[in-house]
């Protein structure tokens, strides 16, 4: 059974909801240089979509839109599907740090704990895609542990950089 508050001892961990919109808004709205280049700005209603959004043949039963907290309220948002692409793959689809706590070493230590508890989940691997351009992006998922599996082009906003992290024993 999935326990998501096992995802950090460090934050709490929560599902999100429609109701949490305000405060997604706000998390995302302080991070205008990701929407820079990946527009349109954010807004209620693209996040309510996203929240709903799903890959090929996945349920909103693996689809996990989760917030993790900590005093000053949500510090971190991630959205992760379980089983994508494949059974023992979690693809994380969203992640975003708010923006003042940038550069401290938050968002690695948040992704560190994830792939601990994807590792009690029995997964392998942990995949996600990188909008091409986004060069900081890509130094952040390098910094921890992830390589770049496959560069997809397409237009402006289609061309995605396919990075992995292989769950290790020693992760």
């Known amino acids: 059974m999935m ?3 096992q995802m950090s001892t460090h934050y709490e961990v929560k599902r999100l909801s429609e109701e949490n919109i305000p405060e997604i808004l706000r998390l995302c709205q302080g ?5 820079e280049l990946c527009p349109p700005l954010v807004d ?3 996040i309510k979509a996203d929240m709903q959004a799903l890959p090929p043949n996945k349920t909103q039963e693996e689809k996990h839109y989760i917030g993790f907290y900590h005093h000053q309220g949500l510090v971190a948002l991630m959205d992760w599907i379980s089983g994508y692409p494949e059974e023992k793959t979690a693809f994380i689809g969203f992640f975003m740090l708010e923006r003042t706590m940038q550069g401290q070493g938050m968002g690695s230590a948040i992704i560190t704990e ?4 994807f590792k009690i989940l029995r997964f392998q691997k942990i995949q996600l895609g990188v909008i091409q351009g986004n060069q900081a992006a890509v130094q952040f998922w390098q910094k921890n542990q992830f390589l770049i599996k496959e560069e997809k082009r397409g237009q402006q906003y289609d061309a995605v950089i396919l990075m992995e992290r292989t769950i290790a024993e020693n992760c």
Not at 31 to 35: K, V, W
């Open 3 to 5: 326990e998501i508050q």
């Open 31 to 35: 991070n205008r240089s990701y929407y």
């Open 44 to 46: 209620e209603t693209s």
């Open 114 to 117: 994830c792939c601990d508890y």
